[in-house]
């Protein structure tokens, strides 16, 4: 389709005229109030020297290391071809800015379509893996056309970061936070109204309640100065991402700026999260949609069984990292601020240089120890998924989930941290059924947060993806992971980087319907008697034979029926327990028990096969 061809590398000729033309010696001391104005960011493109650029360079997208291009493109491909024209007014700016600001010699996949699509005008919607190049697609267009490019971004610390790699490309952005001095507020302002900003960063709320911003962007739009705005992170859009965020859906630009296009981007987002942010945001009916594979081929994904012992499994994560990873950066995600710091303790105490970060530590604390991270004085981050948002590390090697993530979006987020590079890495998520209920609990039963039905059914059955996942040992987990984002995978494809694909065992995926009625007919029998442990035990002993049901599979079978709401547990405490126990949940029938009578409440269970059972028993 694409023809690659590399650019030439820019001669020190080359780069001296597009440095002298991005102006910004000034621009560097960021928001300090001593910066002369008269040196401050001369018009940055406006003097921009023509440069004799061969048009097949521009229109060369290459892909991003590792990850597989093609997939389902929502924008036809006719209708894409005039996105890869290189003879729009912009083109040979495009080829400078690309070359000469960003020292990048060609497109990825779908960047030059974005690029171009968001100039002409038109609403764009960008989903590309993480790592895979999506800031470029606002950034380079910010630099080729009149006016500011606003962006709406969800972290003041990916904010603050992505604005200071900018003015290090001594590229006029800005971002315009709640706790800002007014000196640097009137700064700011001045420098907006003077047209000169490319690129002005703030987050939702400010949109949503900031008055002061409103004004500026009010003024900035009468005067034609409002280039396009970028909704970055897109997916917390929506109710149904992983990470909604509500401000993201009260931003109502399209309606406070009508003319103004937009562009929104994510790594993440299922059809359903795709056509809620569309919706959400307004998006043109015909805006540009474009997606490339969420494969991650340098990816190797595997799920082990976690230990019950809390000691047993923080040594089974420093095994690992000792094994296979000396010396290696990494990331352990963990559920709690608690857990983060006990298991930081730990891998220290056994010579690993980790620390931990999570949201509740002070500000200053957590950029200290990212950058230390980034700066390999610490291998290894302990965190909650407060970590890991834009951060652009290249050479993560493992991403350890020691406790379930949320939802699988949220697991391929996270794991996609690994690997940026392009090169092998591994992704090891610990599974255990006490996490899942404990998970499940934390989320449906938060009382910091009390959901909606309507939101705790999403949240449940997001997780229940995730166990659902976990337990699979027959499917490979690509394709599951690219099954979720709508995408098909041939298994075979694979080439066993999966723990899965690598298996020798078999297994079977098993209708448990008619064990789960007579589980449940012991508990209508017993309402309030058992906990799940008592129950398993309960129907095992019931049960016999050689190909019967272990105990394990019980329990499994017990917690599915939790989630599917078949069976429903309710916490008392339990006077002859030490005081310090935590209280016991004891299982009732559930709110979808009559239709798992009814058989009309399907349950499947992944198991070793019926010769394998026989064999264990
Ligand atoms: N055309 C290109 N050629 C080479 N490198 C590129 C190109 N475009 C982007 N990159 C590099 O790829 C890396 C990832 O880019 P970027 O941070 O924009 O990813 P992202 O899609 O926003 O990822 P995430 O969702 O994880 O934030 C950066 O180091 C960037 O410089």
Redesign the pocket.
Known sequence: MHVCMALPPPSSEQIVRALSFISSTSFQRGMSLDVDDGLLWQSVLGNTPEDDWTESALSSPSSAPSMETSAHTFTSTEELVQFRRSDFSWTTRLGLVLRDVFG?R???KN?FEAINATLSGRDVFVL?P???????CYQAPALCGEGTTVVVSPLLSLIQDQVSSLQRLRIPALFLIGSMTSESRTFVTRELSSGRVKLLYCTPEMITSSSFLGEILLSLYKRNLLARFVIDEAHCVSQWGHDFRPDYKNLQLRSRFPSVPLLALT?TATKLVLSDVKTQLNLNLKAVTLTSSFNRTNLDYSVVAKPRRAADSMQEVYNIIRQSFAGKSGIVYCLSKRECETLAEFLVKQRISAAAYHAGMPSDERSAIQSGWMAKRYQVICATIAFGM?I?MPDVRFVIHHTLPKSLEGYYQET?RAG?DGLPSKCILFYSLADSNKLRSLMINSPDQPLSPEQREVANSLLLQVVDFCEDRSACRRSRILAYFDQTFDAAECQKTCDNCRSTETFVTIDLTEVAVTVLSTVRANPGKFTIIQLASEVSKQQGGPSSITRNEYERLICRMIFLDALSEQTKSNFRRPSHAPPSSYLYSGPKARLLEQKQLPIVLNMPSRSARGRRS
């Open positions: 990048l060609e497109f990825r960047q590309m993480t790592g895979g190049g999506k800031s470029l790594a834009g652009d996609g940026r």
